[in-house]
């Protein structure tokens, strides 16, 4: 009973840590990805989230996204309630669903398939919202904001959960290896690593590689940088 008690008061302490560090990066990095919308920027915390989501769960994911958006409400957002509602439902779309599908299938596929399904509904999730919501709060007329939705709104949400799926795919290895070792995170089952899980890894390193230079370069090219 007290070594449960532990390792819930260890997984709770956990899931703060991650949760400061999803606000930090929020914080420090904010992009715009496109041109004809400059109050849609791109921030990393969905990273940290997601990651969170793997390692505890979706419930953790979902409890992450509320209080990521609601510190970043209290701080630094200027958006009130709507911003708050917004970032929430936009964390929880993406990271709830690929923790989910994750904690049924805890293999390398059942994490890509996890994060590719996490982006559709992501993507999807922010379509309907930003129809409903968005004309609110920029007091616009919902057919100018219809207007947008394929040409900005749709480009902006694949972009942004593509690209917080292959950078989640590069960093989750070698965080949850930190955590182990930092005894935050139970040991893995299986310690050894055959030559098929090597390739394996290296593949996955590539293939993350790929999707965040290519996320990159499509901002440049929207953004008429290259």
């Given at each position: 009973m007290r070594y449960m008690k532990r390792e819930r008061l260890k997984n709770l302490i956990t899931i703060a840590i991650l949760s400061a560090l999803a606000f930090l990066?929020?914080?420090?990095?904010?992009?715009?990805?496109?041109?004809?919308?400059?109050?849609?920027?791109?921030d990393p915390k969905d990273v940290v989230i997601v990651i969170g989501g793997f390692l505890f769960g979706p419930l953790a994911a979902?409890?992450?996204?509320?209080i990521v958006a609601l510190m970043e409400m209290l701080t630094?957002?200027?958006?009130?309630?709507?911003?708050?509602?917004?970032?929430s439902i936009s964390s929880a779309a993406f990271t709830c669903t690929a923790a989910f599908i994750y904690k049924k299938k805890r293999t390398i596929a059942g994490a890509i398939?996890?994060?590719?399904?996490?982006?559709?509904?992501?993507?999807?999730?922010m379509i309907l919202w930003?129809?409903?919501i968005t004309p609110i709060?920029?007091?616009?007329?919902r057919e100018v904001i219809a207007t947008l939705l394929i040409p900005v709104f749709l480009p902006f949400n694949l972009i942004k959960g593509t690209l917080n799926a292959g950078i989640a795919m590069l960093v989750y290895k070698p965080l949850s290896k930190a955590l182990r070792k930092l005894n935050i995170m139970p040991k893995s089952e299986s310690n050894t690593k055959t030559a098929s899980s090597r390739?394996?890894?290296?593949?996955?390193?590539?293939?993350?590689?790929?999707?965040?230079?290519?996320?990159?370069?499509?901002?440049?090219v929207i953004n008429k940088v290259i």
């Open positions: 990066v929020m914080v420090l990095v904010k992009i715009s990805v496109v041109p004809a919308a400059p109050f849609l920027r791109y979902l409890s992450m996204s509320i630094v957002s200027t958006s009130g309630f709507i911003g708050f509602f917004m970032n398939i996890g994060l590719a399904s996490g982006v559709i509904m992501s993507t999807a999730v930003n129809y409903l709060f920029m007091s616009t007329p390739k394996l890894n290296i593949g996955v390193l590539a293939v993350s590689c790929f999707i965040i230079i290519t996320c990159v370069m499509i901002v440049l």
